[in-house]
């Protein structure tokens, strides 16, 4: 789930400047303001507008920029309002916006291909009004939540397998609605990836902030700087989105997905942002072979077993300059270290070198080094 909170309209009754100044206007009408005048900040801009005092109880506001509407407004059917600014850039048609959610789908594979696939064949998408939106939260057992909603994410598992259904909200602009479509779909991939017993572990501040993490990800790749400051002003997931940020800029992508599935706390520690790399490890058989080598002997009674075949070196990406291979589903570049699957726990290791035929590899618990060859050499 997404929600948006508005930025909170803060008016303050100001006395008018007698000092013969250059005469300022209402931002809604257009009228010379008189001796009151209130500010109210733009949701879009976060710049301050002066508005007369007939304007400012306006029945009606964008609910974008959040401004009272007076004139030149499209009212939807769900009776929210754009201005004449916003409606430029919102996505009113439907089809258009199924077609923008097909779109992220496949940019979010593409972009996350290394670390993540996102569900497709089992997803049902829907383009809603905010009044059927909202509708989706008054179910039983469950509060009323903030009308403000953007998107909305139903998870289920039947008979042949899981199912997701997504609503997003009409009338967004391209921008938001692409990122509102990410987060969304990586709810989705949570529901089918993290254990159900990490995901009660994990708080929902946590759990919102790395949905926000993919869609912040996707509008940097876009170089939608007005997308990503959305996000980022939108406070609902408690600095959670900035931690995740830095986290992906310090340690990479997919440490923070190891986390989501492994990690020993259930948010991210400004103090202590090393905590992402602390993972909960499985203590049901001891541990054999490849995983036990590579970790201390005082830890080896209590780790599952490493798969059969180890380590397995799956492909090399050669290029001269940037050779990159492929290690139990995750790519490396040279000297480039990182976490691999095996039978359920992580072994971390370094890259030291990749040939057209094989790579070399550290175990960094042990300092013991590997050669690996293609699985069909």
């Known amino acids: 789930m997404q929600k948006y909170y508005p930025v909170v309209v803060s008016i303050f009754l100001l006395a008018a400047s007698s000092s013969g100044a250059a005469v300022d206007q209402c931002a809604v009408c257009g009228a010379i303001l008189g001796d009151k005048v209130y500010i109210v900040t733009d949701?879009?801009?976060?710049?301050?507008?002066?508005?007369?005092?007939?304007?400012?109880?306006?029945?009606?506001?964008?609910?974008?920029?959040?401004?009272?509407?007076?004139?030149?407004?499209?009212?939807?059917?769900?009776?929210?309002?754009l201005c004449a600014r916003d409606v430029k850039n919102a996505v009113l048609d439907d089809d258009v916006a199924r077609e923008t959610i097909i779109k992220v789908q496949d940019e979010l594979d593409r972009l996350f291909s290394?670390?993540?696939?996102?569900?497709?064949?089992?997803?049902?998408?829907?383009?809603?009004?905010?009044?059927?939106?909202?509708?989706?939260?008054?179910?039983?057992?469950?509060?009323?939540?903030?009308?403000?909603?953007?998107?909305?994410?139903?998870?289920?598992?039947?008979?042949?397998?899981?199912?997701?259904?997504?609503?997003?909200?009409?009338?967004?602009?391209?921008?938001?609605?692409?990122?509102?479509?990410?987060?969304?779909?990586?709810?989705?991939?949570v529901f089918e990836n993290v254990s159900a017993s990490r995901r009660k572990m994990l708080g929902s501040d946590a759990h919102e902030g790395f949905c926000e993490l993919v869609a912040y990800l996707l509008?940097?790749?876009?170089?939608?700087?007005?997308?990503?400051?959305?996000?980022?002003?939108?406070?609902?997931?408690?600095?959670q989105i900035d931690l995740f940020i830095e986290a992906e800029r310090r340690f990479g992508f997919n440490e923070i997905v190891e986390w989501m599935k492994q990690g020993q706390d259930s948010s991210l520690h400004k103090e202590d942002l090393n905590r992402v790399r602390d993972l909960e490890l499985a203590?049901?058989?001891?541990?054999?072979?490849?995983?036990?080598?590579?970790?201390?002997?005082?830890?080896?009674?209590?780790?599952?077993?490493?798969?059969?075949?180890?380590?397995?070196?799956k492909g090399i990406s050669w290029t001269p300059n940037r050779p990159s291979c492929v290690i139990n589903n995750r790519t490396f570049e040279m000297n480039e270290q990182g976490s691999v699957r095996i039978d359920g726990t992580n072994a971390v290791i370094r890259c030291l070198a990749i040939r057209q035929d094989g790579a070399r590899i550290r175990l960094m618990n042990s300092g013991q080094e590997r050669e690996l060859v293609l699985e069909n050499n």
């Open 219 to 239: 509008m940097d790749s876009h170089g939608d700087d007005e997308a990503k400051d959305t996000i980022l002003q939108n406070r609902y997931t408690r600095g």
């Open 283 to 313: 203590t049901s058989k001891p541990a054999t072979n490849e995983l036990a080598s590579a970790l201390p002997g005082l830890l080896r009674t209590s780790m599952p077993p490493a798969a059969p075949r180890g380590f397995i070196l």
């Open 114 to 189: 290394r670390f993540i696939s996102f569900p497709a064949t089992n997803l049902d998408t829907a383009v809603v009004d905010r009044v059927n939106l909202t509708a989706l939260f008054a179910i039983p057992g469950r509060d009323y939540e903030c009308p403000n909603i953007l998107g909305y994410t139903q998870s289920k598992t039947n008979g042949h397998g899981m199912a997701h259904k997504i609503s997003v909200l009409s009338g967004l602009p391209k921008g938001e609605l692409e990122a509102v479509c990410a987060h969304e779909l990586t709810h989705a991939w």
């Open 43 to 81: 949701a879009v801009t976060h710049q301050k507008r002066q508005i007369c005092g007939d304007c400012v109880n306006l029945p009606k506001t964008c609910f974008r920029c959040g401004l009272p509407v007076k004139k030149d407004y499209t009212e939807l059917a769900d009776g929210r309002a």
